[in-house]
C-alpha cells in the first residue's frame, strides 16, 4: 500500500510537472509569438516612417539649397558662375523629386496623402515661375531689378518648406505613437503572462519557485524591452543625442522655468557647412563618422547642464541654461565654431568642416519653444549668408 501510495504520488507530481511544464510552454510561446509581432509591427512602421522622413528631409534641404542658389545668382555677375550655380539648382530639383517618389511608393496614411497633395499642389503652381525666374537671372546683366521676384520667390519657397516641415513633423509623430501604442500592447502582454504565471504557481507548491523565477526574469526583460524602446523614442540612433521630440519636451520646460524666474536662457542653432557634398562625395557612411566625431567634439566645450542633441540630418540644437548676458552666448559660441572647425582625411583628400551657428536669447518675452527654434534657424541663415564659420545672435 504504501508502495502504491509512493507510486500514486509520483505519477501525481509527474502529471503535475507536466500541467505545470506545458502550461509554462504554452504561456512562454504565446508571450513571444506576441512579442515578436509586436517588435515586427513596430519595426515595420518605424521603417516606412524613417523612410519617409529622410525623404522629407531631403526634399527639405533640397528647397533650402535652390533658395540659397537663388540668392546668390543674383550677386553673382559672372556668366559662368551663373550658369554653374543654374544646374546645381536643377540638380537640387532632381534630388527633390527622387525624394518625393520614396514618399509616395511607401505606406502612406490619410494625413500623409493630403499633405502630399497640397504639397504637389503648391510646388506645381510655384515650379514654372520659379524655372522661369532662375533662367531669367542666367541671362540678367543687371540682377538689381530681380530683387522684388526674388523675394516672392524666396517666400514661396517657405511656404513649401513650411509644408515639408509639417510633413516631418508628422512623420515624427507617427513614429512617437508607434512606439507608444507597442509599448501598451507590450504592458498588457505583461498583464497577461502575470495572470497565467498565477494560475501555474496555483498549480503546485513545488513548482512555485521555479514559475516565480521564470516569472521576474520575464519580467525583467520585458522592462528592458520597454526601456529600450523609451530610449529609441527620445534619442537619435545615429549619435545617442536627444532628437528633436526630446528637445521640443526639453525647451518647454526651460521656457517655462525662464518665464517663471525672469532670467536668460538661450539655443543655439548648429548646422555643419556644406556637409551634404561630404554625404555625396565620400558616401553617407563617412559622414555618419564624421556626425559622431563632431558630436564628441561639441559636447566636451559644453557646460554639464547644457544639452546638446540632433534635430536631424547636420543639424544640431544646444539649450545653455541660465546665463547671466548674451555675452556668455558668445562664449559657448566660439568654443564651437573653434572645435567645429577641423579636418578630416579620406581616400588623400583633407576635408575641411565647420559650422554656421543661430543663438536666440530666451526670455520672458518669447512666445513659444517652436518660435524660439525657427528664430534660431534664422540667424543661423544670416551667418551662413554672412560667409558661414561665425555666428550670428538675435
Known sequence: ????????????????????????????????????QIRTELITATQNNDRQLNAAMEMRVAVRERAILLWHMTLQTDYFEKNEA?????????????ARMVILTSQLSSEEKSLMEVL????????????????RLLLAEDNAEHTQSLNQTLTDQIIVADLLDSMIALQQSQNEYARYHSAEEISDLVSTLIMFMVLIITGGFMFATYVIMTTTKQSQQLAKVNDRLEHLACHDNLTGLPNRM?????????????????NLAAIM?????????????????FG???????????MSVLRGFDILGRLGGDEFLVLINEIESPNQTAIIAHKLLEILDTQYTV????????ASIGVYILSDQTES??????LADRAMYQAKESGKNRFVII
Open 288 to 298: 555618419d563618422q564624421c556626425l559622431k566625431s563632431l558630436t564628441k567634439n561639441m
Open 86 to 98: 543654374l544646374q546645381q539648382f536643377y540638380n537640387h530639383g532632381s534630388n527633390y523629386h527622387k
Open 1 to 36: 500500500m504504501d508502495q502504491e501510495q509512493k507510486n500514486v504520488k509520483a505519477y501525481v507530481y509527474l502529471l503535475g510537472f507536466l500541467v505545470i511544464f506545458i502550461a509554462f510552454a504554452i504561456t512562454s510561446t504565446y508571450s513571444y509569438l506576441q512579442y515578436s
Open 347 to 354: 581616400q588623400n583628400d583633407t576635408i575641411s568642416i565647420s
Open 120 to 135: 504637389d499642389k503648391e510646388t506645381t503652381k510655384r515650379a514654372p515661375v520659379l524655372r522661369a525666374f532662375a533662367d
Open 369 to 374: 519653444a517652436k518660435k524660439a527654434i525657427i
Open 246 to 262: 526630446f528637445l521640443l519636451q526639453q525647451l518647454e520646460r526651460l521656457l517655462s522655468l525662464v518665464h517663471r524666474k525672469k
Open 269 to 285: 542653432f548648429i548646422d555643419i557647412d556644406n556637409f551634404k557634398s561630404i554625404n555625396d562625395t565620400f558616401g553617407h557612411d
